[in-house]
């Protein structure tokens, strides 16, 4: 009985560090590099109305594989000539091109 126990606690001991290394590799391949980070955040500024502050304020709000891009939204916080504003930046990523689809305000 107890050898059983121990097959079963060392199973799942190994499947619970196959499934964290599985999970972390594929956060590390959808999060974008720090260099496609600085271009959608240069994007997102260049999309703010004139003279506006610009600041991301989390990790990626969603990102997801489609088969050909990775896609995802950050949200930001957009501070300028009226009221602070809450936006939404929609980026696509494919063959390292980064392309900023919406930015609009939430």
């Known amino acids: 009985m107890k050898s059983a126990l121990k097959v079963i606690g060392v199973a799942t001991m190994i499947m619970a560090t196959v499934g964290l ?6 956060h ?3 999060v974008p590099s720090d260099a496609q980070l600085t271009q959608i955040d240069a994007a997102a500024r260049g999309a703010a109305p004139p003279g506006s ?3 991301r304020l989390r990790a ?3 990102i997801e594989w489609d088969g ?3 896609l995802g939204y950050f949200t930001y916080e957009v501070i300028g000539k009226t009221s602070p504003g809450q936006y939404r930046a929609d980026w696509r990523i494919a063959d390292d091109k ?4 919406s930015f609009r305000r939430l």
């Open 28 to 30: 590390r391949a959808l």
């Open 21 to 26: 290394t599985a999970s972390l590799l594929m």
């Open 60 to 62: 990626p709000d969603q």
């Open 53 to 55: 502050s610009v600041r």
């Open 98 to 101: 980064v392309e900023l689809l």
């Open 68 to 70: 050909k891009a990775n």
